[in-house]
Each structure stands twice: as structure tokens, then as C-alpha cells.
């Protein structure tokens, strides 16, 4: 069985920084690309950041490209998410997901329930 | 970017009935290459994470039931629930995985609710 389960959220003041962690299980970590999905009080979903399967690439969308980093430990099967200069805006449930593919397209077949991030003063 | 644009943005069917659900993109999502068009649909129930319902627009998820149907080509695509039960009631999103480099971008979302 699949399982994601996240860590790390908590209350931070704007221009914090903060580290989230996914623990994966119940499949081949490295052989797919991972996701954080975010997803606003009330609000829909948003995707924040892609890395393949080994690591070696990675992508982020526009509201977070250069404040947060995506990385991965295939050797612990572990996902994060380095998130600096937090803004009000950043406060979400964030998702940790797993793709169905190694890397290239973007279908997230299974889902964390989530870490809530606050950016508040 | 490309824009995903749900219709309606709320929906309340009668249990046995059919629900329906629009989803219109500002580019067309259909890959020329191997005619295939980049789009899924996930489900969201109150206080749970989204589930992965129809990918490539119209292949069902492993078991999904099949009274939970996608169609569309391009730039419209519509999600069908041919009979609503009870535990449909969720907040339902397309998103699209055309864009390059690999990224995605959600449509706003659909509440359907019972009439």
C-alpha cells in the first residue's frame, strides 16, 4: 500500500523559513517523480514543484521559483520541500504526491494528507 | 500558462441522475504527436486529499467505478457521474500536464452537492 506522510509544517512570521519532509512507502521510491501540491484555506489546488525520479531534474512554478527548493534522499525514501522567505501568500495545506510516471508528464496517482503551513506575523 | 476554467463552479444533482461537468482550457491540451490529450480529473472529498480519477482524459483510474466518465478533445473536456450516488458529494478538478518543461495547472474546481 502506498502511503506519503508529511511533516514540518508549523507557524512561521513572513520572511521565515521553513523545511517540509515526506516519508514514502509501499513502492519503488526512485522509480518515480515526485510532486508538493499546495492548497490555500478554502481555495483550490496549486502546484508548487516537480523533481524526476533521480533527482537530477526539478521544476517549480512561478509564485515560488527561487524562495523553495525541491529535493530528494532516495536512500531513506524521503521527499522535501525548503521553503524561504515565506509570504502570507505560501500559507496552504501542502501536499506531498507521487507521480504515475518516472518523469515527463504530470498525473499524481496518489496523495499525502497534507502539512499546514501558516506564514503569519 | 495555460488556463483551466471549470463550469459550473457549483452543481447540485438529484441521487440517480446525471451530473455534468465542463472544463475548457486557453490552449489546446491535444498532443499531435501521439493524439493524445493531456488532461485528468481528481476528485476531493471534505478533509481528504484529491484522488486521481481519469487521466489522458478519458482512462479511468484503476478502480474507479465506472458510472464516472471523461470525454473531450483539445481545448473541451466534460466529466460525466452517470448515476450520482451519496458519496459522490466532493469537490471535483481537471488539470492539465501539457505544459513543457513538465508542470500543471488546475482548473478552479466544481462542488456538487444533492439536489
Known amino acids: 500500500e502506498v502511503q506519503l506522510v508529511e511533516s514540518g509544517g508549523g507557524v512561521v512570521q513572513p520572511g521565515g523559513s521553513l523545511r517540509l519532509s515526506c516519508a514514502a512507502s509501499g513502492f519503488t521510491f526512485d522509480d518515480y517523480a515526485m510532486h508538493w501540491v499546495r492548497q490555500a484555506p478554502g481555495k483550490g489546488l496549486e502546484w508548487v514543484s516537480l523533481i524526476s525520479g533521480d533527482g537530477g531534474s526539478t521544476y517549480y512554478a512561478d509564485s515560488v521559483k527561487g524562495r523553495f527548493t525541491i529535493s530528494r534522499d532516495n536512500s531513506k525514501n524521503s521527499l522535501y520541500l525548503q521553503m524561504n522567505s515565506l509570504r502570507t501568500e505560501d500559507t496552504a495545506l501542502y501536499y506531498c504526491?507521487?507521480?504515475?510516471?518516472?518523469?515527463?508528464?504530470?498525473?499524481?496517482?496518489?496523495w499525502g494528507q497534507g502539512t499546514l503551513v501558516t506564514v503569519s506575523s | 500558462d495555460i488556463v483551466m476554467t471549470q463550469s459550473p463552479d457549483s452543481l447540485a444533482v438529484s441521487l440517480g441522475e446525471r451530473a455534468t461537468i465542463n472544463c475548457k482550457s486557453s490552449q489546446s491540451v491535444l498532443y499531435s504527436s501521439n493524439n493524445k490529450n493531456y488532461l485528468a480529473w481528481y476528485q476531493q472529498k471534505p478533509g481528504q486529499p484529491p484522488k486521481l480519477l481519469i487521466y489522458w482524459a478519458s482512462t479511468r483510474e484503476s478502480g474507479v467505478p465506472d458510472r464516472f466518465s471523461g470525454s473531450g478533445s483539445g481545448t473541451d473536456f466534460t466529466l460525466t457521474i452517470s448515476s450520482l450516488q451519496a458519496e459522490d458529494v466532493a469537490v471535483y478538478y481537471c488539470q492539465q500536464y501539457y505544459s513543457t518543461p513538465p508542470m500543471c495547472s488546475f482548473g478552479q474546481g466544481t462542488k456538487l452537492e444533492i439536489k
Open positions: 504526491a507521487k507521480d504515475a510516471t518516472i518523469f515527463g508528464v504530470v498525473i499524481i496517482d496518489y
